[in-house]
């Protein structure tokens, strides 16, 4: 089980930290991810974190403004966001799997946290 958490309303140029904790196992080994989904729009591909050499990657629309860590003790999974836009605003969703962009290389799922920035 994943659970992510965090999101709220913020305002353009805001912060906000999501959190996605585990429990019932450790998944080990596996990379942990970021993607959201807007209204009316596809998942997209937010950030990854791999598990054993922390590598990172990111969309190139958050790139600079967001940053994914991960904590092995903790099974959890972090993303830090600055500088919030309004086409920032999506159902966020934490995923565990292979380390890549597509939606298909992560087998387990959270729940979403909306986030939503005002203008």
């Known amino acids: 089980q994943l659970q992510a958490f965090g999101g709220g309303l913020v305002q353009a140029g805001d912060s906000l930290r999501l959190s996605c904790a585990a429990s019932?196992?450790?998944?080990?080994?596996?990379?942990m991810g970021w993607f959201r989904q807007a209204p009316g729009k596809e998942r997209e591909f937010v950030a990854t974190?791999?598990?054993?050499?922390?590598?990172?990657y990111y969309a190139d629309s958050v790139k600079g403004r967001f940053t994914i860590s991960r904590d092995n003790a903790k099974t959890a999974v972090y993303l830090q966001m600055n500088s919030l836009k309004p086409e920032d605003t999506a159902v966020y969703y934490c995923?565990?799997?292979?380390?890549?962009?597509?939606?298909?290389?992560?087998?387990?799922w959270g729940q979403g946290t909306q986030v939503t920035v005002s203008s």
């Open positions: 019932g196992r450790t998944f080990s080994s596996a990379a």
């Open positions: 995923a565990a799997g292979k380390f890549g962009s597509r939606y298909y290389d992560y087998d387990y």
């Open positions: 974190v791999s598990w054993s050499t922390y590598s990172t």
